[in-house]
């Protein structure tokens, strides 16, 4: 099958004496999805649908062991029984599971490649071009003492998945001498199915909800990170997801682990081709953080977000919560949501040990007909337990931007604190914005705060940018960079310019 | 699921419990709503806008039985010059009630107004029922068919005195539904109050109608009895120009949920709603707004303050909506609350929907205790602990009796606010 559309080349043509690079420049700055374009290769999918044979295919394909697909088959059973959740603020036409690939494969990933210079050069190709030279960085990799030079440049270990399958994982031999395990989970399951036996499905239940169960049931692939006990992970741990196929649904499940004292920052990246026809995708992320431990997850969401009329476009459902096992545990989740159709996430943190921290960053701008609800939940348990969310929503076009969140302090979580701001702008009047916080505080001696405020872009500063010779474009890129300077202050470096970029890029076409 | 067949439901069962009062020019209306109730069904504890409070005790068939409490303390608004309209458990009582003749006004009694043809027609479960949309009241539409009796007031001048109305509780089981109609014409002005436990389970509704330019005040003492529910409904409707205020004190009662719908359809109306409410051992108190602004450079605030302690729980769900097209709207809303103690509890909701972008909207929400450094303070100038955490708590509630214009009204709150945490010291 090579149902895949070609390359979506723009009308620019690369005209004698102009050089690339400006016609790259000037295709960005044309406002369209940077990474509408498909990469044509073969693929090998599974027959299309949901049923029991389909898990086992996938099961099957992953060369899991019994416990897991035994695991798939009961997550399956308990999908069958449960509806699709309809609170949030989505309008979205009914999904029909059954018209859906569950599995897609380049078919040069049929025998595992053993390094990367086995992978397929069109898939390394496409991470090229995404802006991740997987192989260059191996070779940089190889330079033995670089580490010790401190004007090298950071390194970042990826996991690259494409479609349902994780291509290659660059640095493992690296972190393998610190101790950290960072592989495909699907390898982690073959590999180290003690620790995957162990975690998988404790903080995020199979039954937690209808699209976290379906994940536990058709998962083909995610990232698998352990760090452990007093390791601090040397390097960025990352993981880019590609959905490429079409029809094709993306169901990722990701394991991160950090053992006492450890610390970790994972960055999470995601592009889809721009296709007419919309796209699921429903992953689950779980986080488990021991006592001293810190994660850190970045997110920048860039799913294709569809056309300017709602044609196309990713379904973003996703489940990601992290549990702060151990005392003074410390997670932090930072999202910049800028694409998929629909968004219908809500990163977490369980705060069970004493003195934990949760902490939520988030910029979410829906521009177009995209449609956004997406918050956290910080839900306090144990005894000085602190929270903070920062979350910075944009509308634009005619989109709907939903923050939905949680704080839960329950009657032992003694002197718990949680600060909350979650500013919302407009830009135009045929968008809407919206704040659904759910408080619930069940002790005295915590404090809650939370505030919250809808506005529109500030015509003074607006003008005071035009005066200066700004276009509108750029002067409202600006003030909205302001407006989440929060935010993007909270995320890695690697991903502060990038984000910058996409908030700039993602409100095109929004003014005037 | 599958005995519900064969079984009577709770809608059924509670509809079964009531007699629909028959003929007169509220019958269309009444017959509409009990259809309403049956289509939409009585609140359930799974329901997402009942998720903070237990509807089982206001919709069950017979309302559980209320002790009745004394004190000698004398009844609110006693002093103030007002037309007192009193009810003793639901049924109006003509000798405790003065004259119901006001210059520029015409009050009237639901059940005594049997004419086909009446003004209030045009409003009775009117507003209710608009009010249903987007989130279901199905108490309120109850109320609207099975209402024994209520006023029905016209404001067509500026009262000269406030309307009080009183609600006595006499008998331990009574349930009282009453229903209020109120229209305030175009420059009218009136300040209504209202005061009393009413019954062991007491389900009103008060619609109101304000024209352009028409000026609404409304102050209200939910409480003294201790074991009595109450379910309300406050429906309102603003005219261009015109002003709604509503203030609400309860203190005690184990059960309450107020609930006020406000719809701002005429440019430049101002909204204002406040709570106060204290709440001792025994004490759910729930307050649910949601105001809709449809018109442009309106205000609308929302202020709710509550002190809660020995297990009391406290509810705030509150909801500005800016339709489309709503321009300048200027949205404020904040919930807070005091937890005196450890097994309090404050559960709230604040939520915005946002269709305009030319508007200013915020919403904040804390809970807390008492500021440590404040009482040292106080302490410290020689001011007894349970006096110095008195003084923090009404500088707490403050905000929310502030909104009160009235000051003899406002002052009378304040007294009451005094007197009862004096009483209830720990």
């Known amino acids: 099958m090579t149902a895949l559309d070609q390359p979506i080349e723009t009308d620019l043509q690369v005209k004698e004496g102009v050089d690339q690079e400006t016609v790259d420049a000037v295709r960005e700055v044309g406002g369209k999805y940077k990474y509408g374009w498909s990469t044509d290769i073969e693929m090998e999918y599974a027959p299309k649908g949901l049923n029991p044979d389909i898990v086992r295919l996938i099961s099957e394909k992953n060369e899991e062991p019994e416990w897991m697909t035994e695991w798939r088959l009961a997550a399956y059973e308990r999908w069958l029984e449960k509806k699709e959740p309809k609170w949030a603020m989505v309008d979205y036409p009914e999904i029909d599971f059954q018209d859906q690939y569950y599995y897609a494969r380049p078919k040069s990933m049929e025998v595992k490649p053993k390094s990367l210079d086995e992978v397929d050069p069109k898939l390394l190709a496409t991470y090229d071009k995404l802006g991740i030279p997987l192989k260059e960085q191996m070779i940089l990799a190889g330079v033995e003492g670089a580490e010790d030079l401190t004007d090298a440049p950071r390194k970042v270990a990826v996991d690259a998945v494409f479609d349902s399958v994780s291509v290659g994982t660059t640095f493992q031999e690296e972190l393998k001498k610190a101790g950290v395990i960072f592989c495909s989970i699907s390898e982690a399951i073959k590999e180290h199915p003690e620790l995957v036996k162990k975690y998988l499905g404790t903080v995020v239940p199979v039954s937690d909800n209808y699209y976290a169960t379906l994940n536990s049931a058709v998962f083909s692939d995610g990232s698998f990170v352990y760090v452990p006990p007093g390791v601090r992970c040397p390097m960025e741990l990352s993981t880019y997801f590609r959905i490429n196929a079409e029809n094709t649904g993306q169901f990722e499940r990701t394991l991160i682990i950090a053992d006492k004292g450890s610390y970790v920052s994972y960055l999470e990246g995601c592009t ?92 979410a701008i829906a521009n177009n007909m995209q449609q956004a609800d997406t918050g956290t939940k910080m839900i306090h348990l144990g005894k000085n337990t602190k929270s903070r969310i920062v979350s910075k929503g944009i509308s634009a076009g005619k989109a709907q931007n939903t923050y939905r969140g949680l704080v839960s302090m329950h009657p032992k979580a003694k002197n718990g604190r949680n600060y909350t701001q979650c500013d919302s702008l407009l830009i135009g009047d045929k968008c809407g914005a919206h704040t659904v916080p759910y408080i619930e505080v069940k002790n005295n001696s915590s404090r809650v705060e939370h505030e919250a405020t809808t506005s529109k872009v500030d015509d003074d500063q607006l003008f005071y940018c035009r005066s200066r010779g700004m276009d509108e474009e750029e002067a409202v890129a600006l003030v909205v960079n302001g407006f989440c300077k929060d935010v993007l202050q909270a995320l890695p470096m690697e991903f502060a310019m990038e984000a910058q970029q996409l908030v700039a890029i993602s409100l095109e076409g929004s003014v005037g | ?206 619609e109101v109608d304000i024209a352009d330019t028409g000026v609404f005040h409304h102050v209200r003492a939910q409480g003294r009895d201790h074991e009595r529910r109450a379910a309300t409904h406050i429906f309102a409707r603003l005219g261009k120009e015109s002003t709604f205020k509503s203030f609400t004190l309860t203190a005690n009662g184990v059960m309450t949920r107020n609930e006020c719908v406000l719809e701002l359809t005429g440019d430049d109306a101002i909204a204002h709603v406040a709570g106060a409410c204290v709440g001792d051992g025994d004490f759910h108190h ?141």
């Open chain 2, 286 to 426: 729930d307050d649910t707004v949601f105001v809709t602004h449809d018109a442009v450079n309106c205000e609308s605030r929302q202020v709710f303050k509550k002190v809660l302690r020995n297990g009391a729980t406290g509810v705030f769900q509150g909801k500005i909506l800016v339709q489309p097209g709503a321009q300048k709207t200027d949205g404020y809303q904040i919930s807070q609350s005091l937890l005196l103690d450890d097994d309090s509890q404050f559960l709230a909701k604040p939520e915005l929907e946002i269709y305009a972008d030319d508007v200013a909207c915020s919403h904040g929400s804390t809970s807390g205790a008492i500021d440590e450094t404040a009482l040292f303070y106080l302490r410290s100038r020689g001011v007894p602990e349970g006096q110095a955490t008195d003084l923090l708590t009404l500088a707490f509630l403050a905000e929310a009796v502030d909104e009160i214009e009235d000051e003899t009204l406002r002052e009378e709150i304040v007294a009451r606010l005094a007197a009862w945490l004096e009483r209830h010291r720990s």
């Open chain 2, 1 to 206: 699921m599958a005995e519900a067949a064969t079984e009577i439901s709770p809608t059924e069962a509670r509809l079964a419990s009531l007699s629909m009062p028959a003929g007169g020019w509220s019958e269309a209306a009444r017959k509409d709503a009990a259809a309403r109730v049956r289509a939409m069904g009585l609140p359930q504890r799974r329901d997402e806008y009942w998720r903070y409070t237990r509807p089982d005790t206001l919709t069950q068939a017979n309302a559980i039985p209320a002790a009745l409490f004394h004190n000698d303390e004398t009844p609110i608004f006693g002093d103030i010059d007002r037309v007192k309209i009193v009810f003793v458990d639901g049924v109006f009582d003509a000798d405790a009630s003065d004259d119901l003749r006001l210059e520029g006004v015409s009050i009237e009694r639901l059940a005594e107004t049997k004419a086909d043809i009446h003004w209030a027609r045009d409003l009775y479960g009117k507003l209710e029922a608009k009010g249903q949309d987007p989130v279901h009241r199905p108490l309120a539409a109850l109320n609207t068919a099975y209402a024994t009796d209520g006023v029905l007031i016209h404001v067509t001048g500026k009262a000269t005195k406030p309307i009080s109305l009183q609600y006595h509780h006499r008998a331990e089981t009574s349930d009282a539904i009453l229903h209020h109609v109120i229209r305030v014409d175009a420059g009218a002005e009136v300040t209504v109050l209202e005061n009393g436990p009413a019954a062991a389970r007491f389900n009103k509704v008060m």
């Open chain 1, 272 to 363: 889809a081709p721009q296709r007419d026809i919309a796209q699921l995708h429903a992953a689950v992320v779980e986080i488990i953080v021991e006592e001293d431990a810190e994660v850190k997850y970045s997110t920048v969401q860039n799913w294709y977000p569809g056309d300017e009329n709602g044609k196309g476009g990713i379904y973003n459902f996703v489940t990601k919560r992290a549990d702060c096992r151990g005392d003074r545990a410390k997670v932090m989740w930072t999202q910049v949501e800028t694409g998929s159709a629909v968004t219908w996430k809500y990163p977490s943190c369980i705060l069970r040990g004493d003195d934990s921290q949760g902490e939520f960053y988030s910029i």
